[in-house]
């Protein structure tokens, strides 16, 4: 790794953030907390659901629909790296006993994490009256991702970390009061523990690559972006999964023409929040680059590939 170029984090300043962040699933859903499907629950720089040919009312369904496959695939992603956080405390032992614990910490937030995400499901289902798809199973997406090297799978874990943080600050806090609150609520209280999770994840990817050399790195590279070809093709899955729930919903049935166009578009959308999003962003890039400049050319050369035609968002990709 070259010095100085990722952001120094400790564990003591990461347990003490931790510490300020409590909260109970029971906090956030259950049925004296009912969400509003009179209006949004994601802002529409998120999930494009605002698509011609749809009245204000499908477009209020495509979100809600959206709005469940996010949670979705976090929960997904989630199975996934709490597996890869509880095998890392575990080559700490005690040594570093505040670095266990945050580990530790990280792990029992995600197990938490999921158990939200499947109680907004049955909270979502009840509410929206037509049951919505996800890709899966959960176990067959983790085994797949888990095969590939720890250090490939922390990669993955970092971008979708620091792709959390992304999306709240940049979309959802400044849209809240349009939101549904209790949607809001829910995603304000996942960014404020992913804020540690992403810094310690960058940790967990500097101790890794330490003891690797520049082969066992560069095939970590190469892990990583087998397991972003991966999930993109998971999302254009589930693009077809909220086609048809939307139709469900709406009690219609698009032409082909309409189909081909609400697919295009959110093939784009679920592209940029779940893949460009985390590639783009700039801790993401730094300790990518830390570990290879070379290795981030090729993550920057994925990210043309899904953006070929769209030159602002390539531009984002350029190695500084």
Not at 26 to 50: M, T, Y
Not at 259 to 287: C, V, W
Request: glycine share 4%; charged share 20%; net charge negative.
């Amino acid at each position: 790794m070259t010095a100085a170029t990722v952001p120094k984090y400790s564990y003591p300043a990461i347990l003490k953030d931790a510490a300020r962040v409590s909260w109970q699933v029971e906090d956030l859903i259950g049925p004296h907390r009912p969400l509003d499907f009179a209006r949004p629950f994601l802002p529409e720089a998120l999930v494009q659901a605002q698509i011609p040919g749809l009245s204000a009312r499908e477009s209020l369904a495509l979100n809600h629909i959206r709005s469940h496959s996010y949670l979705h695939l976090f929960g997904l992603v989630e199975e996934f790296i709490l597996p890869l956080v509880v095998d890392h405390a575990k080559t700490l032992g005690c040594d570093d006993i505040a670095a266990t614990q945050a580990y530790l910490g990280f792990a029992a937030e995600e197990s938490k994490h999921i158990r939200l995400f499947r109680q907004f499901a049955t909270a979502f289902e009840a509410g929206f009256g037509h049951r919505c798809e996800g890709i899966g199973p959960p176990q067959a997406i983790a085994d797949f991702v888990l095969s590939h090297s720890p250090l490939g799978v922390a990669l993955v874990t970092l971008h979708i970390e620091w792709m959390t943080q992304r999306h709240f600050l940049e979309s959802v806090r400044g849209q809240q009061d349009d939101l549904d609150p209790q949607f809001c609520r829910l995603l304000k209280h996942h960014w404020q523990e992913e804020a540690q999770h992403a810094r310690l994840d960058a940790l967990m990817v500097e101790s890794m690559a330490q003891s690797l050399g520049s082969d066992a790195i560069a095939a970590a590279v190469d892990d990583y972006l087998a397991i972003i070809r991966y999930l993109d093709q998971g999302l254009k899955a589930q693009v077809q999964l909220d086609i048809t729930s939307l139709e469900r919903a709406i009690r219609r049935k698009f032409s082909i023409t309409e189909r081909d166009e609400i697919q295009r578009i959110q093939e784009r959308s679920y592209q940029n929040a779940f893949l460009i999003a985390g590639m783009t962003h700039p801790s993401f890039k730094q300790s990518v680059q830390a570990l290879s400049a070379a290795g981030y050319d090729q993550i920057a050369a994925l990210g043309h590939d899904f953006l070929s035609d769209d030159n602002s968002l390539c531009s984002e990709l350029t190695t500084q």
